[in-house]
């Protein structure tokens, strides 16, 4: 079955990139996902890239998609404390076009001063 | 528009009580899911809607959930009996397409 991995936690000093990991297990999945919760708050999509891509920037964000290995990463450049949050990375599900998704179990990123 | 409108935002009650929640997606959206988030477990789907049709309930715990979307613009989730294992923060997300928006989340705690 479909399974997305993540580390578990980042922590970054401010001004410093950021980069966080996620391997993910089905091949047919169309689009990959970035999230970001906050404290006590609901999940904010923040990208999401097409399987046929390998790369996407946005801002500060940029994520690279190696489709070989399953593996998918989120930079942020120039990491402020108000990225502090967890980020979930996350697979559609390849056999529909519902947007089911599976979702890695989050990486905590603590930006420190 | 006002985003997913999830209520109530906290959730206290006793083991053995109905609980249920509610959700509002955003207008126009024809995808609803039900999510459930844990520490042990992180994010887990229970169940989701399109155009109003439950398409794939496999993640839901057991019999003593439910949910229902009566119409486009609402759904519930519903545990009947809740059980102390079923505290989590429960969300509720729509989409339209590729982009899927999550409400803030019900708190639900069971004593």
């Known amino acids: 079955g479909e399974d997305v991995e993540q580390s578990l936690f980042l922590s970054v000093r401010e001004g410093d990139s950021s980069v966080i990991n996620c391997t993910y297990t089905?091949?047919?999945?169309?689009?990959l996902y970035w999230y970001k919760q906050e404290p006590g708050a609901g999940l904010q999509l923040l990208t999401y890239?097409?399987?046929?891509?390998d790369m996407k920037q946005d801002q500060r964000l940029t994520v690279l998609l190696n489709k070989k290995d399953k593996h998918l990463s989120l930079r942020i450049a120039d990491t402020q404390t108000g990225d502090s949050a967890i980020y979930f990375c996350?697979?559609?599900?390849?056999?529909?076009?519902?947007?089911?998704?599976?979702f890695g179990q989050g990486t905590t990123l603590q930006v420190k001063p | 528009d006002a985003g997913v409108i999830q209520s109530p935002r906290h959730e206290v009650t006793e083991m053995g009580q109905e609980v249920t929640l509610r959700c509002k997606p955003i207008?126009?959206?024809?995808?609803l899911f039900w999510y459930r988030q844990t520490m042990m477990r992180g994010l887990e789907l229970l169940i989701y809607?399109?155009?109003?049709?439950?398409?794939?309930d496999s993640g839901m715990p057991e019999d003593r959930f439910s949910a229902k979307m009566p119409n486009a613009s609402f759904s519930t989730l519903k545990i009947q009996p809740s059980e102390p294992r079923d505290s989590a923060v429960y969300f509720c997300?729509?989409?339209?397409?590729?982009?899927?928006?999550f409400g803030p989340g019900t708190r639900l705690t069971v004593t």
């Open positions: 207008s126009g959206h024809n995808s």
């Open positions: 996350a697979e559609s599900d390849g056999s529909s076009n519902t947007g089911k998704l599976i």
């Open positions: 890239i097409f399987s046929n891509m």
């Open positions: 089905d091949s047919s999945s169309t689009y």
């Open positions: 809607f399109n155009n109003n049709v439950p398409i794939d």
């Open positions: 997300a729509s989409s339209g397409g590729l982009r899927k928006y």
